[in-house]
């Protein structure tokens, strides 16, 4: 058996060995975690706060990289090229005293399986999880699947009892509206314990003196609360008062008047997330068009022509003010299959949109609802105001319906949408993994937020043919191929790549995650 061994990156030592005094770091941004179930919502703020409670197998650092968490080693097994072997840490306990084990392994992947879980499509390859022994855990694939620790890293471990004894087995039904207990509650074996829970209010969170990397990071933190200030300018009052310490959502306009302020700082980086639009092209008919008896996003030609109306550099320089990276393809460029040619592909071209809807039978334009969020991305209502405008100039009348992300979602998963903004990142740091949720036909494993309606039974074929590719360079033209269809059919327009503007006291040691998470036991207080 080959097994392959990590060490926590050089920056995480860097950071260790510059550690101080260790206090209280009161942390907002826009929107709160949608839920502390942790296979309810793939979702980037609730598996941010989920990060400091609960851990998986493997992680990524703040530098991107990854490294060992609850397991130390993992490889490919000689035997059987079907089989991932994972090594467990010795000694973890949960936040209650109880042991981690491989028991609670197998318990939480295959949680993850259930249809309720959002995390589904990470382990649609999955045939079986066995525990060999008390830590050693194998997961089986259907055919050998090259990437399956990358799958893993926002993958949480529960503890098996905590769960039986509190009705937690099951996850929760988010879409659905269902409330349960592991939705406010949570047991993990994490740097940080829940200390208390008001949703949209404050969370609460201390040091776990327990900790099994207590003495490997630097742990300066010993307690975090964390507030959702969804108002912009409200959240960078709180900053530039000393009221909270770090925020994770800077808006752009007021970035020159955070990073000119004594004892503040801006840290930018890209981000590993693209901003795009989605359109139901499958239905019949739309519910929220003035079109009866026809769906005009059916037609290629109009799609095209909605994705030529906008004007992505406008974008950049009024709304984002120029933070931001205009898009072409659904990937970010951190992305194994990401192509320079199709994300520089997008053009505006306002005659030649107006020609393709003329083409289509829409010459006269039509009217649709576009859903948006209004706390999840940055500018994210403003983005959708100002395609509003460019849409008009071919005759497609928007009306905006913007709302808090905790209702904005589900009208996604639940195809209750025509017309939506999504931002989609990528923790897998591959193409698989935009193709299993966003191409791939809405069904039982694969696809729970294409809400697109979009479905092509070969496509699927290929797209689940990925896992189990290991010819590499072979895998990679069939991602090309892949991303060739999504890119013809015009399946969503792409916006923008995100930029990460992160404001703190200026004593906040840390860089910025690509992913965009803030993983505390990393960070210093100078």
């Not at 991107?64 to 080693?73: K, Q």
């Not at 801006?266 to 008896?293: E, S, Y």
């Not at 550099?313 to 192509?339: C, E, H, T, Y």
Request: glycine residues 8%.
């Amino acid at each position: 058996m080959k097994l392959k061994h990590l060490l926590v990156a050089a920056s995480a030592t860097a950071l260790m060995a510059s550690a101080v005094s260790a206090e209280t770091i009161r942390w907002a941004r826009a929107g709160d975690a949608l839920t502390l179930d942790p296979h309810a919502q793939n979702e980037g703020p609730t598996s941010a706060l989920a990060h400091q409670i609960m851990e998986p197998l493997v992680m990524r650092d703040m530098t991107g990289a990854m490294v060992p968490a609850l397991a130390t080693e993992w490889g490919p097994s000689e035997a059987n090229p079907n089989v991932w072997v994972f090594k467990l840490r010795e000694g973890v306990t949960f936040h209650d005293g109880s042991e981690f084990d491989s028991e609670d392994v197998v318990f939480s992947l295959n949680r993850a399986m259930t249809p309720d879980s959002d995390y589904k499509e990470l382990l649609a390859s999955v045939k079986e999880v066995r525990a060999t022994d008390k830590y050693t855990v194998e997961i089986e694939t259907n055919g050998p699947n090259p990437i399956m620790p990358n799958n893993l890293t926002n993958m949480f471990m529960m503890d098996k009892t905590w769960a039986e004894a509190n009705g937690a087995v099951k996850v929760q039904d988010y879409e659905g509206g269902e409330d349960t207990f592991a939705a406010k509650n949570a047991m993990g074996t994490g740097p940080y314990m829940l200390v208390s829970r008001e949703p949209d209010v404050k969370t609460v969170m201390k040091i776990n003196e327990n900790y099994w990397g207590k003495d490997e990071f630097p742990m300066a933190v010993t307690e975090i609360v964390y507030t959702p200030i969804q108002n912009a300018a409200t959240r960078v009052a709180a900053l530039l008062s000393g009221e909270v310490d770090f925020i994770q959502d800077v808006p752009v306009q007021d970035l020159e008047r955070v990073a000119g302020s004594d004892g503040l700082d801006v840290r930018t980086a890209p981000q590993n997330r693209v901003i795009f639009f989605g359109m139901n092209q499958g239905d019949a008919d739309l519910k929220n068009d003035n079109v009866d008896g026809k769906n005009p996003l059916a037609d290629v030609r109009v799609r095209q022509a909605m994705s030529k109306a906008i004007n992505r550099d406008a974008i950049k320089q009024v709304v984002m003010r120029g933070q931001s990276a205009p898009a072409g393809m659904i990937s970010p460029p951190f992305v194994n299959g990401w192509n320079a040619e199709m994300d520089g592909s997008s053009s505006t071209d306002i005659e030649g949109a107006k020609a393709l809807m003329a083409e289509a039978g829409y010459g006269d334009g039509f009217s649709i609802q576009l859903d948006c969020p209004n706390d999840r991305y940055i500018n994210d209502e403003a983005i959708c105001q100002a395609a509003v405008g460019m849409l008009a100039q071919i005759g497609v009348t928007v009306n905006l319906d913007a709302k808090p992300k905790a209702q904005h979602f589900p009208l996604i998963n639940n195809l209750e949408t025509d017309f939506y903004m999504l931002g989609w990142g990528v923790p897998t740091y591959d193409s698989e993994y935009i193709f299993n949720f966003l191409a791939h036909t809405k069904g039982e494993k694969y696809g729970s937020w294409n809400g697109t309606r979009f479905g092509n039974a070969d496509l699927d074929a290929k797209i689940v043919a990925l896992a189990s590719e290991t010819n590499l360079p072979k895998r990679n033209e069939m991602i090309n191929e892949i991303w060739q269809v999504v890119q013809d059919e015009q399946l969503y327009i792409p916006i923008h790549h995100q930029v990460l503007n992160w404001g703190m006291n200026s004593k906040v040691g840390t860089i910025v995650a690509p992913d965009d998470t803030a993983k505390f036991k990393y960070f210093t207080l100078n």
